[in-house]
């Protein structure tokens, strides 16, 4: 599953882009065993856009944690957050199967890379026009 968020004005927030991702990803809320949110990696673009890339999930959902959720099974999401002084987009990538033990996540984080990389012609132009580079490439290992 593919899911592109946005959210008009939340970038200027007082509160620091590494608290909203936990904020964000990091509820247990929703989970029997294995609750996780983990950053495989952040900083700034040339830009000044700022980017948390992050591997969440839970090994086993709980009935009723989240609407349509169905108990026993696992999901996992890597989530790419981006937020300049504005605005916040946030693209996931999830998956959705059989329950997993802690510390055995489908998606490894050695895996991450090559998971975005399907994602390299997605560009966040905002201001800039469509010619130019403005999109966050993964490389694959």
Known sequence: MITL?????????????????QRFFNTAKGCEIANFSRVIASGRLN???????SSNGCGSTAAGGYPGARSGRGEQFIALLLRDDQNIVVLQYAERGERFAEGEPPIRDDMVPAVMSRFRSIAFCRDKTATGDCSIAFGSP
């Open 47 to 53: 830009d000044g856009t700022e980017y948390n890339l």
């Open 5 to 21: 968020s946005a959210f008009k004005g939340a970038g200027s927030s007082p509160v620091s882009t590494a608290d909203m991702q």
